[in-house]
């Protein structure tokens, strides 16, 4: 049975000392919950704040983009060992924004997760439609290509350092979430397709997540699906008492 991972997307928001607060409170209530993997994802300039208010507990960290250069001229960006430097475990990779904003494409959602796995480095890797390409029925196409392209050239021994997060850009920060079947469905859709292009054994470890307006009163009913093995919340992960509830009724005991 694969473990449920509840990550934490914090985006643009909370200066170092309000992440140091943030973590305090969930700390204190899920410092040492073992029942789901834990993990959050400040902002860079809140990193080692929160690193250092997370020690002693069971939270992991995590940042939500970095560059695939080892280093050079890229200003403005981040690379993986950096990120390793400071005590990062985990980042997020090809998320739905840095796709509309930045203009990143699947090659280069490719490129970042060679990077990252070759610091040591666990990605998250994003994939998802929007509203426009599900009401055209081609969400399924959508998802496949940014699957296709974006594990191009990976080995089965990659995979298993990686996670996925399926997240439905329609669903994202506009209070609608995919009802439990159809985000099992599109789960689903991504393990056959990773057993399909790697293996069973692969595709059965490989933990895949539901991002989009997760909340206390829907993770148990995401959770429960078979193919939905945690959340990556985005507004609820920045108040303390909504996340720890999402934690709490996302174990499976």
Known sequence: MRKPFIAGNWKMNKIATEAADLVSKLKENVGSFKDADILICPPYTSLLAAQEA???SVIELGAQNMHWEANGAFTGEVSAAMLKDIGVKFVII?????RKYFSETNQQVNKKIKAAISADLLPIVCVGESLEQREQQKEKEVVEKQLREGFDSLSQADLEKVTVAYEPVWAIG????ATGEQADQMHSFIREWF?????DQAAEKL????????????????????NIDGALVGGASLKPLDFTEIIKNSSLG
């Open 94 to 98: 090809g998320h739905s924004e840095r």
């Open 207 to 226: 933990r895949v997540l539901y991002g989009g307006s997760v909340k206390p009163t829907n993770i148990k009913e995401l959770i429960a699906k078979e």
């Open 174 to 177: 506009t209070g609608k979430t």
């Open 54 to 56: 997370i020690k002693d």
């Open 195 to 199: 057993k399909k292009n790697f293996s």
